[in-house]
């Protein structure tokens, strides 16, 4: 007969042996749906602490959970649904630091989501407030129309907001386009003065009849030009 084992340690390490084998180490790390409402569950918190509003690293924290759940699990449904949620924390909070950085991390989050997920029931309101965004606060119409064109196919209940925001745009003006130049005819090389030889015509003059000088002096030559 085999004498059963006694052996404190022995019994333990097996017990933990087969806890760890029925949970696995995976278990224990939350799931998409368990992040996603802790990072909510925090940014209703956050906006309900005067205190807490007023110091912004706070709300970057919360930020920051919001894009660890898209980054983490981008194949749930969780992703565009954090994403969304992440750019509208930085678009409420560059309107109250006036940062530039939180404005950019507003606009690469909801860009993503567009992008990513065009056909997502949240996708329109993510062209919403990326257009108003970039509207509003970078006076850069010309990406807010794209944005807004883009995303009205599969719009759903921000259609008409849409098409309204975008009525209010202005309408870029294509610059004209310059009409091709015929290539300048090369200058005419100017002729060379034709120079008129004259030959000189030699008149030969007679002296004067003077009885004092007697003496024949040579003829005169006068040259007459034409």
Not at 105 to 124: F, I, M, Q, S
Not at 187 to 212: I, R, S
């Amino acid at each position: 007969h085999h004498q059963a084992c006694s052996d404190p340690m022995l019994i333990r390490s097996t017990l933990i042996i087969a806890v760890l084998t029925a949970f696995p180490a995976s278990a224990a790390k939350p799931s998409a749906d368990e992040a996603y409402e802790a990072a909510k569950a925090e940014y209703a918190k956050l906006k309900k602490d005067e205190a807490r509003r007023a110091l912004r690293h706070h709300w970057l924290n919360v930020g920051k959970r919001f894009d660890a759940v898209a980054a983490k699990f981008p194949k749930t449904d969780r992703a565009p649904e954090a994403l969304f949620m992440a750019g509208q924390l930085y678009g409420d909070l560059s309107r109250l630091s006036q940062n530039v950085d939180d404005v950019a991390n507003a606009e690469r989050a909801w860009k993503r989501l567009v992008d990513g997920w065009p056909k997502h029931r949240l996708t329109d309101d993510a062209a919403l407030g990326l257009a108003r965004l970039l509207a509003d606060r970078k006076g850069d119409a010309k990406t807010a129309r794209k944005v807004l064109e883009g995303a009205l196919e599969h719009a759903n209940d921000k259609k008409k907001e849409m098409q309204r925001l975008l009525a209010s745009l202005p309408v870029p003006v294509e610059p004209k386009a310059k009409k091709a130049s015929l290539p300048s005819k090369p200058a005419k090389e100017a002729k060379p003065a034709q120079v008129h030889t004259v030959e000189a015509a030699t008149v030969a003059v007679a002296p004067k009849a003077d009885e004092d000088d007697a003496s024949e002096a040579p003829a005169k030559r006068v040259s007459a030009l034409a």
